[in-house]
């Protein structure tokens, strides 16, 4: 077989020559490389079933070519969907969109084989495998069965028929809430009526009303007309400096009756996607959705959750009661109607104005202390103490896709290399896309021929670019931003796990994930560290200790409220998917009433119905997982709290817990149970402690 592809391009091992991967080369040479797998696939699993035949099934026989057309797979794609959101163009997007469906049936393809399927269950019988292969491969199996390989062929016509069909309805509710979202809008033309708005928002507002009209040829910032809509910047603005009451109110009605009547009503929709989702479940012998989703999650039951979320909920409500109280009588005395209560239009509003008088913190005017450098500096050696390992600058090494993208080496204590980085910290609205993220470029592997790869990670950040005069100052999101991406990479980087399958973040449970991420975060409010970061680029002075205090009052400011809010989501989520039999002739509408009434400070009004655009559960992945924000917030939170309690000036204590951190579960990653290496770490199970200290609420006896 001679496929004649540029070997030059797909190289399918090693660093990508990202300038090489024009859309017109990609277009010519990428269906080579799906043509080449689909052979190779059809291959595998004919000599599988030779293998089977003959009984020589091992670990090396099945699992290295399974890993080795996966890694082929993941590489290939992944350079070009790295490049589609680093560096995009019309040409790329389309050949991307081009192939996507491809690349899914592969997968499809792969995850679905009877044969495959087949011949792990045989390796699992047949083999005395080390734990961490025996984990491997029963995720492997689970995952196949969870996507119905198992069931007998009528069975499993169902399931495809509930599979399309959940695929189709979750669409529909996504087109639904951008259509009840996008239709709905007010012309503004009083000025009482953007009274308080910053004028960032009156221009958002007065550039949308010129496309509106389309013959207003000048945008009017300061006389109109201004076009208010449901878009979160706006909504979300307007609800927080509007001193209007009347528009917040007809506001707010519109924003939580959004997708709930007439032609874009979810009801119906939920109905449906509910009822399958419970079908579905039971054709895999599990008795709810939540069940079925908890199975592959570090949570493992319903009851562990709903522990956990009770152990946060009632301080959040008493945090969030007194907040309220206390919010009140700040709004009374600075005016509002003592014969009235605030109302959840008023909530936002109000809260801004205390937290101006309160904190009077201005995030934008502490950036001249956060320029990049000094920030990777104070990153780096914050990592270089508590892990025992060097970062080093490596530019020029290592191929790159934008002249201000870095490259970065990491060193352990005897100085040897052992991961590599990316970082493209600045935001470039013209062919990048928004957020920021860690994915993974190479991932640690030990081939058959006893080939090392080293890990390599991409950190893509969106932050302020330089300018002409000043370097990237950043604003302390953007920092806290970048300590949680490196947290993520320190997992795919750190690894010592040299099957592929397990290494880094690879296997590790969807709700353990953002433990290091969040954990990184931490730092950022650890005196020490910020304010050895925290430079004025100019004159080199530490940032003032009463703006560091600011920024921690911030982080806790409201939080019962916000807490409590997450809670609500995710109970609702979670028991919406479990099939309570307390719940059995009640609609979701009247479910979430329920929940609400000791998950909520202010009682949802009658227009409230947000499960119509909780795209979350009904059009993301996240259906009976939304707790995992908290949960994972509980892990990082309680892992942090070894180093405080061990008193975060003692560098030497500090090094030896940061060593046991990296050791567990930066070295681990997914190849124990996370549960297992929590423990190994913590010495014990997770508690809800320290994020109930951190978040400042006193815990209820
Ligand atoms: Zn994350």
């Known amino acids: ?139 492997e199996i689970t995952a196949m069965e969870h996507s119905g ?30 259509d009840a979202t996008n239709s709905w809008f007010l012309i503004l033309k009083e000025k009482s009526q953007v009274d308080g708005l910053p004028e960032r928002v009156l221009e958002l507002m007065a550039l949308s009303a010129q496309k509106h009209f389309k013959n207003i040829d000048k945008v009017n910032i300061k006389n109109g007309p201004w076009k208010l809509t449901l878009d979160i910047p706006t909504y979300t603005a307007f609800m927080n400096y509007a001193s209007n009451r009347e528009l917040r109110e007809l506001l707010y009605k519109a924003f939580v009756s959004r997708a709930s009547q007439d032609e874009n009503d979810n009801t119906e929709i939920i109905d449906e996607i509910l009822l399958l989702r419970k079908k579905q479940a039971k054709l895999l012998g599990y008795n709810s959705w939540a069940e079925l989703s908890l199975s592959t999650k570090m949570a493992s039951k319903i009851e562990n959750v709903e522990r956990l979320l009770e152990e946060l909920r009632s301080p959040a409500l008493e945090a969030a009661e007194n907040e309220l109280l206390f919010l009140n009588n700040f709004a009374y005395q600075k005016g509002f109607n003592k014969n009235e209560k605030l109302k959840p239009w008023d909530i936002s509003f109000w809260s801004e104005l205390l937290r101006k008088e309160k904190l009077n913190l201005d995030q934008e005017a502490l950036r001249p202390w956060f ?95 330089p300018s002409n005069d000043k370097p990237s100052l950043m604003s302390f999101d953007e920092v806290q931003t970048l300590f949680h991406e490196f947290g993520h990479g320190l997992q795919h980087m750190l690894t010592k796990i040299d099957l592929p399958q397990a290494a880094g973040i690879n296997n590790v449970e969807w709700d353990a994930v953002e433990l290091p991420s969040q954990f990184m975060e931490n730092w950022c409010f650890d005196k020490n560290t910020l304010l050895n970061i925290a430079k004025h ?68 009004i009658e227009e409230d119905n947000f499960l119509c655009c909780f795209s979350h559960i009904f059009a993301g992945g996240y259906s009976a997982g939304y707790y995992s924000y908290k949960w994972a917030e509980v892990l990082s939170a309680d892992a942090f709290s070894m180093f405080e309690e061990a008193g975060l000036e003692n560098d030497k204590i500090i090094k030896n817990i940061g060593k046991k951190f990296r050791d567990t579960i930066l070295s681990q990653g997914g190849s124990l149970p996370p549960l297992e290496i929590f423990k190994s770490f913590r010495g014990r199970e997770p508690q809800t402690d320290p994020l109930i200290r951190h978040l400042g609420f006193t815990k209820a006896n």
Not at 392 to 407: M, T
């Open 371 to 465: 320029p990049l450098n000094d920030v990777l500096k104070g990153l780096f050696n914050l990592s270089e103490k508590l892990f025992e390992i060097t970062v080093v600058e490596a530019n020029g090494e290592a191929p790159i896709w934008n002249k201000d993208v870095l490259f970065f080496n990491i060193l352990d204590s005897e100085k040897t290399k052992i991961a590599s980085f990316y970082l493209d910290p600045f935001s470039r609205p013209e062919n990048k896309r928004g957020g920021a993220w860690m994915d993974e470029c190479l991932s640690k592997n030990k081939n058959s021929l006893g080939e090392e790869t080293i890990p390599v990670a991409y950190l893509v950040c969106n932050q302020t670019p």
């Open 149 to 178: 390989i198992s069931l007998n062929s009528e069975e499993q016509k169902e399931y495809n028929r509930f599979s399309e069909r959940l695929g189709e309805l979750s669409t529909k509710f996504s087109n639904n809430v951008l």
């Open 537 to 604: 680029w100019q004159t080199g002075e530490t940032l003032p200790e009463e703006d560091y205090e600011k920024l921690c009052s911030n982080r806790t400011f409201h939080g019962g409220m916000a807490t409590l809010r997450q809670i609500h989501f995710a109970i609702t989520d979670l028991r919406l998917h479990s099939n309570l039999s307390s719940y059995k002739n009640k609609s979701p509408y009247e479910i979430r009433k329920d929940i609400a009434k000791d998950t909520t400070v202010l009682d949802p």
């Open 1 to 139: 077989m001679n496929l004649s592809i540029d070997n030059s391009l797909f190289t399918c091992k090693g660093l990508p020559d990202f300038e090489k991967f024009t859309p017109g080369k990609i277009n010519n040479d990428f269906p080579k490389i799906i043509e080449k797998l689909n052979l190779d696939f059809k291959n595998i699993e004919s000599t599988f079933t030779t293998y089977l035949e003959s009984n020589k099934i091992s670990w090396d026989n099945i699992m290295n070519p399974l890993s080795e057309i996966n890694e082929e797979l993941r590489w290939s794609w992944g350079v070009i969907s790295h490049l589609n959101s680093v560096n995009n163009s019309e040409e790329l997007r389309d050949v991307y969109s081009k192939f996507l469906p491809q690349v899914i049936n592969l997968g499809n393809k792969f995850g679905q084989s009877k044969n495959i399927y087949n011949v792990l269950k045989k390796l699992r019988e047949n083999n005395n495998l080390s734990t961490i292969k025996n984990r491997i491969l029963d995720k």
